[in-house]
């Protein structure tokens, strides 16, 4: 079947613009991630739902950042008034249900690299 | 800050050889998972481990954790050029259900 699938896969934008970026989990997928990496760094964590449950946003740097999820599958990440410091490639995953102690793999999509110019 | 660390952070090796690479985390974990990625791109799950578990093989791969010591290896015998790509592990602790990532291990095989 399809795997997580995001667009745009490349993204340039000027400082101040606002970008949305999209995150298409695998069906039947009730965890979805949201992971930023800047080059040659590890994943920094940024969001996370679980079905119906209220997201823990606890990983967001600031509040020029958010993401919301509908109908339970296709998320979009928002980042606005963008920073140069905002250039990374933005990688979302989905997973089964992820229990307290069950853990399920995680599948990633292709990510989509965020330039801000 | 980062639960999970790989080391070495580079290693280069010739198609053939084995390739050993290790985390190490800080606070107790119920599991542990290492992935791959290639090309700054998305991650691939290569497997899980459990923290009652002590060793998984998977192909190639051979994967052991130590409690005690909070650390976890990975090795890929018999490497392969298109082994060539960044390692992370990932952790998760109790009560948390976001895996915690490492800043990887960038592992080139020379054919």
């Known amino acids: 079947g399809a795997g997580v699938s995001q667009s745009p896969s490349n993204k340039v934008t000027e400082k101040g613009k606002d970008v949305e970026l999209r995150c298409d989990p695998i069906s039947g997928h009730t965890a979805l991630y949201w992971y930023r990496q800047s080059l040659g760094q590890g994943l920094e964590f940024l969001i996370y739902f679980q079905g119906n449950s209220a997201p823990d946003k606890s990983g967001l740097p600031s509040d020029r950042f958010s993401a919301e999820r509908t109908g339970g599958s296709v998320s979009t990440l928002t980042i606005q008034r963008t920073q140069q410091e905002d250039s990374a490639v933005y990688l979302c995953?989905?997973?089964?249900?992820?229990?307290?102690?069950?853990?399920?793999?995680?599948?990633f999509g292709p990510g989509t690299r965020l330039t801000v110019t | 800050s980062q639960q999970g660390e790989e080391d070495p952070q580079a290693l280069s090796i010739q198609e053939g050889e084995n390739a050993t690479m290790n985390c190490s985390y800080k606070t107790s974990i119920n599991n542990l998972q290492w992935y791959r990625q290639n090309s700054g791109r998305g991650l691939v799950h290569l497997i899980l481990i459990r923290s009652n578990e002590r060793e998984k093989h998977s192909g190639r791969l051979r994967v052991t954790l130590d409690t005690s010591k909070k650390s976890s290896s990975l090795l890929i015998t018999a490497s392969r050029a298109a082994d060539t790509a960044s390692y992370f592990c990932?952790?998760?602790?109790?009560?948390?259900?976001?895996?915690?990532f490492g800043r990887g291990t960038s592992l080139i095989v020379h054919p």
């Open positions: 995953a989905s997973s089964l249900i992820a229990g307290e102690w069950v853990t399920y793999e995680q599948y």
């Open positions: 990932a952790t998760r602790t109790g009560g948390s259900y976001i895996p915690t």
